[in-house]
């Protein structure tokens, strides 16, 4: 299983975008008389292809083994690949595969937290060299909609800057999401201090958006009045006057005061 460069049966090759490699297959029943090589695109379409390979022609040893040299795609993602071989009767022999594509270099997009830090964070935290920008992308913009449920219940969001506060709850929703995501399937052991900062910051996230608390340097949109506090020195007098008609009596008020006195 591969998600997003992650692959839990080491199983799934993964190449660099634009790279050239050699496709092999070994035919141990029989030699087939011909053989294709065909790769999908990410949407199963039949990928043509580069403007430098002029023709498709599988090469092939007399022990029958097939190889072919392919120009890969410039496009990050997951793309399949089938042999098709035919035996002199014509009966077709499939074989199919499946790689994935990476890209290396620093991606930008927009977040609150850092992408420096949160790759750098990510590599070390679940031990992975070959995590990426790409690949941390959709977990960055998940964890920062995560956040904006929150607030938008007070403030507009996105936010147009993001305070440190604000850009470390993105790094820990990040990391939080990657490893529910894709880590939690190679390791039983979860990484405790994220999950326990996460459940900090969900807490946090609550009072604000509840008043309570407030985010430094962002003013809400609404404003939380303060909560009344019922006086019980006063006597309320309830009939059949509208609510905002009715009063304390005076009377009443002494007389339980002469009780009190009485007794």
Known sequence: MAIGG???????????????????LTATMTVPATAAFVVFDTHG???????????AIVETSASGQFYFN????????IYSTKWLLWDTASRPYITPGEFEIERTE???FA?????????RSARQLFGRSNITFRSMQPYCQAADGYIDVYLGRIMNVPLGS?????????????????YC???????KSEPPAIIHRKEDYDRLLELIASGSMSLPGVE???????????DHTKKPVFDMRDPLSQHVSQELLDEEQGRDTSG
């Open 6 to 24: 992650i692959d839990i049966s080491q199983s799934l090759p993964v190449y660099e975008a634009g790279d050239t490699r050699q496709f092999t």
């Open 45 to 55: 379409n039949t990928l043509a292809l580069n403007a430098v390979q002029s023709l």
């Open 70 to 77: 392919r120009v890969l795609p410039d496009t990050p993602g």
């Open 106 to 108: 620093a991606f930008s």
């Open 111 to 119: 977040t609150y937290g850092d992408p420096q830090d949160i790759v």
């Open 162 to 178: 993001a305070s440190a506060l604000i850009a470390d709850m993105s790094k820990v929703y990040t990391l939080w999401r990657y």
């Open 181 to 187: 995501d894709q880590y939690s399937y190679d390791t």
């Open 220 to 230: 809400p949109l609404i404003t939380f009045e303060p909560v009344a506090i019922p």
